[in-house]
Nanobody, 125 residues
Framework: VQLQASGGGLVQAGGSLRLSCAAS????????MGWFRQAPGKEREFVAA????????YYADSVKGRFSISRDNAKNTVYLQMNSLKPEDTAVYYC???????????????????WGKGTQVTVSS
């Protein structure tokens, strides 16, 4: 499966962005899907994940209550709605697909099966 993330940009603190991840090559409903991010000089970290059906979602503590992950299997797309953005959310955001269970993404990026190219999110103070 090929993943293409989009929707990044520059936003002021407190603002919102919605990232999209469009999949091609295979239906996204076959995978647990998630988002990771990597800030300059830091390791890639888990942000959010969603199960194949969309019934279960998982979030990093740092984004709980502010970010929301969703999926539209009919459109083969996964979304990350980001509200109340903070300067520390600045990073390159990556879409990911996992053939196992989505909850495994909460352990980190080590077992991800497919990565998309990142999209830059910059939050100014």
């Amino acid at each position: 499966v090929q993943l293409q993330a989009s929707g990044g940009g520059l936003v002021q603190a407190g603002g919102s962005l919605r990232l999209s991840c469009a999949a091609s090559g295979r239906t996204v409903s076959s995978y647990g899907m998630g988002w990771f991010r990597q800030a300059p000089g830091k390791e890639r970290e888990f942000v959010a994940a969603i199960s194949r059906s969309g019934s279960n979602t998982y979030y990093a503590d740092s984004v709980k209550g502010r970010f929301s992950i969703s999926r539209d299997n009919a459109k083969n797309t996964v979304y990350l709605q980001m509200n109340s953005l903070k300067p520390e959310d600045t990073a390159v955001y990556y879409c990911a697909a996992e053939t196992g269970v989505a909850v495994s993404m909460t352990r980190g990026p080590g077992d991800i099966d497919y990565w998309g190219k990142g999209t830059q999110v910059t939050v100014s103070s």
